[in-house]
């Protein structure tokens, strides 16, 4: 396989989201998050809309993105993939309460992969903008004013199972992407 740009996602691909507000809303409000099952790729769309303010300050909080656990094993194959020979980049896409969001994204790049990978790091609310021959997004459906450039691989999580068509990736599943790091 060619040499390839890789575009990753950060959020639920590299950096658990969900595990972060699950911790964060434990710790804040002594009880478990209010959610019984994951089926959309907003986390507010399946949690009663009485939850609905509270969760958006669990994530719009100082210190939530930069505080995020990575993902089991995505670090690895992020550092991996970029050893194959791949030029990979992580792109990203801000919250609208986007205060904290932004540097921390890049706090938590720096902590986790290291100061080089900052150079890396594409910073985009439309994803079609940004060129690439793969891009690896747990989100199902990713639409913006262009078509896109890259290949939608998507990064298995529950809430995107019903996406069926799509080259579906796991980090702990190397079976699933072993064909990026054979060049």
Same mark, same amino acid.
């Given at each position: ?67 995020? @656990?990575?993902? /089991? &094993?995505? $670090? ?12 990979? +980049? *992580? ?56 078509? @896109?450039?890259? /290949? &939608?691989? $998507? ?12 080259? +579906? *990736? ?14």
């Amino acid at each position: 396989m060619a040499s390839k740009l890789i575009l990753l996602d950060q959020d639920g691909v590299l950096a658990d989201f969900e595990q972060g507000v699950r911790q964060l809303w434990q710790q804040t409000y002594q009880q478990p998050l209010p959610l019984k099952e994951r089926r959309h790729f907003y986390l507010r769309d399946d949690m009663a809309p009485e939850f609905h303010r509270q969760l958006a300050q669990i994530y719009s909080s100082k210190g939530f993105f930069a505080s995020l @656990p990575p993902m /089991q &094993h995505g $670090i690895s194959a992020a550092k991996r993939l970029l050893e194959a020979g791949h030029d990979v +980049r *992580i792109c990203t896409s801000p919250i609208q309460d986007y205060h904290y969001c932004v540097s921390e994204k890049f706090d938590w790049v720096c902590e986790h992969l290291g100061e080089d990978w900052m150079q890396r790091i594409i910073l985009a609310k439309d994803k079609t903008w940004v060129r690439g021959d793969i891009l690896i997004d747990d989100k199902p459906q990713i639409s913006g004013s262009l078509v @896109p450039q890259w /290949q &939608h691989w $998507i990064y298995d999580q529950p809430y995107n199972r019903h996406q069926t068509e799509l080259y +579906r *990736i796991n980090w702990e599943q190397p079976e699933t992407w072993s064909e990026l790091l054979n060049n």
